[in-house]
């Protein structure tokens, strides 16, 4: 497989050639942009959509005195970083909202986009917002597509509309239309049958359906992991349908995610969402910025730290990192912490927004993260006397065999857990004294050399 | 005789209809590939950097792996080197021959069949959305036109309507359905199934599976166990372990296909909505790289649209415009 080196090394290895020098000539600067390129050709985006992109941030690096900075490789990246997110839409844009309801959403896209299980994420999320929407089942191609969406609505308690697959969809989206403005539904979301781009039938159809209903947003629902094609299916979608917005889906795969700039810079419309998991509620608004640093092959750091924040009870979190900078860190927060971890999700997610991780977990065997392995942490956190988690010192060899034997585990494991757990409040104290006044930089690098160094999780 | 004469005899020999497929389902990328390759050469006569930089996206643009083309590049630059070649059109010929060494091969296009009176099982994976379920209908329409019983496992007891999909394809195609309810262990309808192809001693089973995302270790580890349960009820099978592709896909098949690969043994790749714009010139890097042979192709939405693939045909219709002219050519040589 093709091993995605991160921009920021390959830019390293160009530069490093330049140390001592002074000045980067704008041979250099050609260098760097070779390798930007790739980066961004082996991310999918579409090759047109880098051409542009690298005479764009060529003419901005040439331009600026790169050689000032001791690590010129960190100016083009924050150049190329700023440029992307710009062009992927700068801010995050809200979803249309109707003058008067309800406000009609249309669903598009080629087949295994992902519409149907988007449409079901769509209108949990409108719940949440306190809306009330109604989904109409309008793909009757595909065999039980209108089942999915039942089931969906189900699972969310939104109602489905469908008429069965013998109607025509110009006429469920019709009746459906009625059905939302006779029952009181703000929202009303229209799931379409997947076809290509260049099926003049159904485009056709599509348009039809748009006649009628007057959608007030028209999204292109897009697999993150599309290839160059992209650029193809978005522009002919756009020219028949006029879009509103794309809709990025599989965001949780491990792709680079190219398609989302190739989209954008064909269209001109903004990435509204991004669905990123299996589960009825993992749509969230779509992060132009942190779309680039992956991209880029920088890791999903920012996504990581929101979710920390929304999972995370922002008192307990103070309290330990108290206890963490004063190092009266005990087994029993030891057990909370790990509780709060785990809210953030499955621990291979958290892992993959982690800058290099991905490529760190290919490589290594022994970073599988196991849950289960965390369950045994726990046993033998618990087999311990309260005042053995509050002063783990006191664990000397008969209390280890005793908690070994207590939690079904081996003394071996036990060892191993109290020897790291030291390991971490010792990295713990280095940590919270570099996330002091030298600000959040020194913390994340912090992190990253923490993480970096031998990846001492006790789990 | 020139690789390319020796190709159009052969494609001539086999059915007009067959290739008439390929050839319009790839019509598109056809044309837009070799148009540009053409226009490249004649527009800048000299061999730069920019002539380079230009092929280069040509074939990125068709979706064949960046590393696969970085690789094409260099031993054209070494080639154009040790020939001294100056002009672009001289350069042609040799480019013509590289691009068709890469889609070369050794042809394992034909599904691997157990003995006549044992049950061939076949399992699909493969991440969401690729066509797995549609795939799996075509296919036993194919088999059951051959003659053979087929029988088909819903392993996808996780997306809504999965299970209802599978099942209406059978209603189509008269090809019963094992399953169980949504939810449900997929290994446990996995080996329901198996014990049910013994029983009723059918000729071939074909399992579904749910769409999973390759990097999310528990649901490969599931895929795994469901390979492993085949495997101990029916120590032959699965025959084949078929890697589901969507011909969109950019570079990340690379990725689906090692994952894929490693987790569940993937035998072949069936390369599916080829009959879009796209290229699904990444199963070229992925046969380079991983030596995974495509097997079938999808090629519309009809019962019949599923095609076995013949690589042959794939370099014809991606490089028709080339080969045509080199046979042009070559008959005036010969004289």
Known sequence: ?459 | MSFFKKLKESIASKTEAVTNVFKEGLAKTRTAFVEKVEELITRRKKIDEEFYEELEEILIGADVGVNTVMKLIDELRAEVKKRKIEEAADLQPVLSEKLVELLKGDDHAELRMAPTGQITVILFVGVNGVGKTTTIGKLAHKFKSEGKSVLMAAGDTFRAGAIEQLEVWGQRVGVDVIKQSSGADPAAVMFDAVQAAKQRKVDVLLCDTAGRLQNKSNLMEELNKIFRVIQRELPEAPHEVLLVLDATTGQNALSQAKLFGEKSGVTGLVLTKLDGTAKGGIVVAIRNELNLPVKLVGLGEKMGDLQTFDSEQFVHALFAGLISRETEEQPPAAN
């Open chain 1, 1 to 459: 497989m093709a091993a995605f080196e991160s921009l920021s090394n390959r830019l390293q290895n160009v530069f490093s050639k330049l140390k001592g020098k002074g000045k980067v000539s704008e041979a250099d600067v050609n260098d760097a942009m070779r390798e930007v390129r790739l980066a961004l050709l082996e991310a999918d985006v579409n090759f047109k959509v880098v051409k542009d992109f690298i005479a764009k941030v060529k003419e901005k690096a040439i331009g600026l005195d790169v050689s000032k900075s001791f690590t010129p490789g960190m100016v083009i990246i924050d150049i190329v970083n700023k440029e992307l997110t710009e062009l992927m839409g700068g801010t995050q844009a809200k979803l249309a909202k109707a003058n008067k309801p309800p406000t009609v959403i249309m669903m598009v896209g080629l087949q295994g986009a992902g519409k149907t299980t988007t449409s079901g994420k769509l209108a949990k999320l409108l719940q949440k917002g306190n809306h009330k929407p109604l989904l109409v089942a309008c793909d009757i191609y595909r065999p039980a597509a209108i089942k999915q969406l039942q089931v969906l609505g189900e699972q969310i308690g939104a109602p489905v509309f469908s008429l069965g697959d013998k109607t025509s969809p110009v006429e469920i989206a019709k009746a459906g239309l009625q059905h939302a403005k006779d029952n009181g539904n703000d929202y009303i979301i229209f799931d379409t049958a997947g076809r290509l781009h260049i099926d003049e039938e159904l485009m056709d159809e599509l348009k039809r359906i748009h006649e009628h209903v007057k959608p007030d947003e028209v999204l292109l629902v897009v697999d993150a992991m599309t290839g160059q094609d992209a650029v193809n299916v978005a522009q002919s979608f756009h020219d028949q349908l006029e879009l509103s917005g794309v809709v990025l889906t599989k965001l949780d795969g491990d792709t680079r995610g190219g398609a989302a700039l190739s989209v954008k810079a064909v269209t001109g419309r903004p990435i509204k969402f991004a669905a990123m998991g299996e589960k009825i509620d993992s749509l969230e608004p779509f992060h132009p910025e942190r779309m680039a640093s992956r991209i880029l092959g920088m890791g999903d750091m920012l996504s990581l730290i929101e979710k920390a924040q929304a999972g995370i009870d922002a008192d307990k979190a103070a309290e330990m990192e108290r206890k963490m900078r004063t190092a009266e860190f005990t087994f029993d927060d030891f057990l909370d912490q790990m509780e709060q971890v785990r809210k953030l999700g499955p621990l291979d997610q958290i892992m993959d927004m982690l800058p290099g991780m991905n490529k760190m977990k290919g490589g290594m065997k022994d970073l599988k993260v196991d849950e289960k392995q965390i369950g045994r942490i726990e046993a033998i956190v618990r087999s311990m006397t309260k005042e053995e988690k509050q002063k783990p010192e006191l664990l000397n060899h008969s209390r280890r065999k005793r908690v070994a034997a207590g939690s079904g585990t081996t003394i071996v494991e036990v060892n191993r857990l109290i020897k790291q757990f030291d390991d971490m409040r010792r990295m713990m104290k280095q940590f919270s004294s570099m996330m002091g006044p030298k600000g959040p930089k020194g913390g994340k690098k912090g992190l990253k050399g923490m993480l970096g160094r031998k990846m001492k999780f006790p789990f």
